[in-house]
């Protein structure tokens, strides 16, 4: 196989703090061993650690898999004063969120309840509240917090030197957002197996300047795995606000993701429920209620295990609309925008 080939493969990959130069051009690409099954490219990172570095080996490996899908791909790193190649094990304080109030995860047990979505609106919700907020996307494999807030195409700024390296949270409406989704390209796949998942995860949070704030949110990916686990376990997570819908396959899933923060091993207070799409409403008519997804499930869940129903959102057009469009709907002054802002009272409360 052909080096060449595998460097211009490579110069797909650009440093997002380094003017968007390939790590080609950087000289970041070091050894490239190739075989007819097998591509090893070795990445030289400085002897201080790039708080970018799970990125770069993520988005090489991904380089290197959509160019050459028939053959195996390692990317191993070293640091510019040692020759062998090592798996140095990243090191992470909890200096970035020592001035934060709260750390809040946002969690639920499936996909397609519209968690994000509300992560997002309590963000803004907060905010408009008067209170000083960050959201951390931490769902890696499927960032949207870019799409919902028209912050596409930004990426943060990094600084700091001897391994003191932060990143800078995008602002906006009020909020400090950070999300990987910045520093991947829109139809960039991230081929990462779960403890790199973690780790890169890890420094979305861990090496970021946010600074003071009452509240941090952590947009939660979902289900029960490796990520969740991480980061209750690395992370100071102080509660969790767990989002579902009233339809029974998802109260289903729901249940599970409440016993992750009740197990004993990870003991993390529960705030409540949010009953999302709880009701249907048209804009024409916004004092009918149709109930598609059933009726009360959430309220139900949570009055049988003795938790609180945070609030009941319903499901309106403008939602889904001001999401597409980078505008979130507790920016707005309809029922919808209210509801969460209702929200975010409660949580400011009992948080």
Request: with cysteine.
């Amino acid at each position: 196989m052909d080096i060449h080939e595998i460097q211009s493969a490579l110069l797909e990959v650009v440093h997002p703090a380094k003017q968007n130069k390939s790590i080609v051009e950087l000289g970041m690409v070091g050894d490239i061993e190739a075989t007819d099954r097998k591509i090893t490219v070795t990445l030289i990172f400085p002897k201080r650690r790039d708080p970018l570095a799970e990125y770069l080996i993520g988005a090489a490996r991904a380089a290197l898999i959509r160019n050459f899908p028939d053959v195996e791909s390692e990317v191993k790193t070293v640091v510019a004063e040692d020759p062998k190649p090592a798996k140095k094990k990243l090191e992470l304080s909890d200096d970035g969120i020592k001035r934060i109030g709260k750390v809040i995860g946002i969690a639920s047990g499936k996909g397609g309840v519209g968690k994000s979505t509300v992560a997002v609106n309590l963000a803004v919700a907060l905010a408009r509240l008067g209170y000083k907020v960050g959201l951390a996307d931490a769902d890696v494999y499927g960032p949207s917090v870019p799409t919902m807030t028209a912050t596409q195409g930004m990426q943060p700024a990094a600084y700091g030197e001897e391994g003191h390296e932060l990143m800078v949270p995008i602002e906006k409406y009020g909020v400090k957002w950070m999300s990987i989704g910045y520093f991947a390209g829109e139809d960039q796949a991230l081929i990462w197996r779960g403890p790199m998942a973690c780790s890169a995860l890890k420094q979305m949070i861990l090496q970021v300047d946010w600074g003071e704030l009452d509240f941090l949110l952590i947009d939660l990916p979902p289900g029960t795995g490796d990520i969740h686990i991480s980061l209750v376990q690395d992370i100071r997570m102080d509660s969790a606000i767990v989002v579902t819908t009233p339809q029974k396959v998802a109260i289903s899933d729901v249940r599970k993701g409440i016993g992750l923060f009740q197990n004993e091993n990870v003991n993390r207070r529960i705030l409540g429920i949010v009953e999302n799409m709880a009701w249907f409403t048209p804009s024409e008519h916004p004092d009918e209620q149709y109930f598609i997804f059933g009726r009360d499930g959430g309220a139900e869940m949570a009055a049988g295990l003795g938790l609180d129903l945070l609030a009941q959102i319903p499901l309106v057009q403008s939602v889904r609309e001001s999401g597409d469009a980078g505008q979130p709907a507790a920016l707005g002054t309809g029922p919808d925008a209210q509801a969460f802002i209702e929200l975010a009272g409660k949580v400011a409360e009992i948080a």
